[in-house]
């Protein structure tokens, strides 16, 4: 019997595995993706993302499954601190500053997702599994590889079902490894990792239902709520507006105890105890114990094999950068193997891979120990501070990802501003093509919602040349270009700011942007032959 032979198997089906899945569907292309556990975990080990991984997840064409889903920053409280939950004073907590605003003000003009905030992998993995499926993936639970073996044309992965413990065999042109922190495909490919290891003391991840409608009547909807009390130090978070919430219990350290010592019925005190309200009835779901860990891994490549989410780096959970990193790599290398595996590529075009999210994940796991250290950095501070430690504005952390590879003609050259978002989303090669508010068929849409899914050409009211050359080119190459000149299309209206000021370019120019969402290059003015020109960047890019 031949064995089933496709395009790219995952291992590892949490969210990340699943979003590579998905991403992989939507370019038309079939994954087989494996997965040890036998269904998917109802125990989210992340709560929440940030937006450039929202951006990602709605090119997926569920946005109405994730729109339902998804904390609206606009309606939630700000974190809270407090000895106990009962003990928070809202009326007081009013004459607070609101910290998080910082956050949201500061990405309100740089992204149409600005108002998403909290989600939990188990309301984004089921989104994600009906797009893979629906797109034609295979997911198989309880299944763990076993080896695999590089070969001329592809891998051969040995595949065992742990429960009936039936081994087969699967053929694919490349693997994602998106099998978390201890990935075992990782060490099978011989990819090291370096980095601090362990970064801090234990926590205890529990999982638990509970009604706390009148706990919270009056406190709006919060997450987190930081409890200090002594004996239930840790944080309370709410996982939707039900009765379903997670309480990370911190171990203290330097005392003789273990995660094995938080039974459950110990956790159920604590959690009593954090609560304020020692006879509150609760049923404990699961528990998860953790340490953080600060590791990136040397390579994110080896032959056909790509790390992918934990298995390429871990971050400590401060400003959600772990799952939405994880997202964003999914996201970068899915397009890139869909056009190699319909060869509209060559090879060289996956190089890029590492290149670009290697030094990115560099950059975060920098960035999460310097708000380790510094902790009141993270939500305040002064620009000058900020700057003096090193810790970028948090828009910048999460946007401003600036690529350099073979894949971007003309990247950026100057340094990244720390405080100034938009100095940094300013249309240069190598950055997220700029976010401006538009209006086609009476709907609002943003500009990054019109270059998403393939390579768009994004010209000048002026720019009519460069659109007609994008249409030349696409049947030249068989390469799929869509174009659009903004202020001279009549169907898309411009409904605030200039295009060409956003993306710094002439009534003429252009951008060329991916189908992630990143300029891949940038024609200031009208080409004197534009058609050439955009051809020999394509070929670029595409290392063709």
């Known amino acids: 019997m031949p064995h089933p032979r496709v395009p790219v198997l995952i291992v590892g089906g949490s969210s990340v595995g699943l979003a590579a899945s998905a991403f992989l569907a939507g370019h038309g292309i079939r994954s087989v993706l494996v997965e040890q556990r036998a269904e998917m975990s109802a125990h989210p080990r992340a709560t929440s993302i940030g937006p450039r991984a929202w951006e990602a997840l709605m090119s997926t064409g569920r946005t109405r499954s994730f729109l339902a889903v998804a904390e609206r920053r606009s309606e939630s409280r700000p974190p809270i601190k407090a000895r106990t939950i009962a003990e928070f004073d809202p009326v007081a907590d009013e004459r607070r500053p609101d910290v998080s605003r910082s956050f949201v003000d500061a990405i309100a003009g740089c992204t149409p997702v600005a108002d998403l905030g909290g989600c939990g992998q188990h309301q984004i993995d089921p989104v994600l599994l009906r797009a893979a499926e629906d797109g034609g993936a295979e997911v ?28 087969s065999v699967i053929e694919a042109k490349y693997v994602i490894a998106a099998d978390g922190a201890e990935s075992g495909t990782r060490e099978l490919v011989g990819i090291g990792h370096s980095g601090q290891g362990v970064v801090g003391g234990y926590h205890i991840n529990v999982l638990f239902r509970a009604d706390l409608s009148e706990l919270v009547a009056g406190r709006g909807f919060f997450s987190p709520g930081i409890v200090t009390h002594p004996d239930a130090s840790g944080m309370l978070i709410a996982l939707d507006e039900g009765d379903r919430w997670c309480y990370h219990i911190m171990v203290p350290e330097g005392e003789d105890v273990t995660p094995a010592d938080y039974t459950e019925e110990r956790c159920r005190e604590v959690i009593r105890t954090g609560l304020g309200r020692p006879e509150q009835e609760l049923e404990i779901l699961s528990t998860a114990p953790w340490r953080p860990t600060a590791r990136l891994a040397d390579r994110f490549r080896a032959g056909r094999v790509f790390l992918a989410g934990d298995a390429a780096r871990t971050l400590p959970p401060v400003g959600v950068f772990g799952l939405t990193t994880g997202i964003c790599d999914a996201y970068n290398l899915a397009w890139k193997l869909a056009m190699v595996c319909r060869g509209e590529a060559g090879e060289g075009l996956l190089e890029s891979y590492e290149a670009e999210r290697r030094p990115r ?108 050359a994008a249409r030349v080119v696409e049947k030249e190459l068989g ?35 991916r189908p992630d969402g990143q300029v891949a290059w940038r024609a200031v003015g009208a080409g004197e032959a534009p058609g050439r020109e955009l051809e020999g960047v394509l070929r670029q890019v595409l290392a063709r």
């Open 140 to 167: 198989r639970w309880h299944t763990r590889m076993e080896s695999l073996e590089q070969v001329d044309r592809g891998i051969v992965a040995s595949v065992r079902d742990t429960v009936t413990g039936r081994v």
């Open 361 to 468: 994940s560099a950059f975060l796991l920098d960035q999460v120990l310097r708000r380790m250290a510094r902790p009141e950095l993270h939500w305040g501070g002064s620009a000058e501070e900020r700057g003096a430690a090193g810790v970028a504005e948090h828009a910048i952390a999460h946007l401003c990802d600036v690529y350099d590879s073979a894949a971007i003609v003309g990247a950026r050259r100057e340094p990244l501003s720390f405080v100034d978002a938009r100095a940094n989303l300013d249309g240069s090669p190598g950055t997220r093509v700029p976010h401006l508010w538009l209006e086609r068929d009476g709907v609002r849409l943003s500009s990054v919602d019109l270059a998403r899914g393939t390579f768009t050409l994004l010209a000048g009211a002026d720019g009519l040349g460069w659109t007609e």
């Open 479 to 513: 390469t799929p270009v869509a174009a659009v000149a903004l202020g001279a299309d009549p169907g898309i209206r411009v409904t605030e700011g200039s295009w060409e000021e956003a993306a710094g370019i002439g009534s003429s120019g252009a951008l060329l942007v």
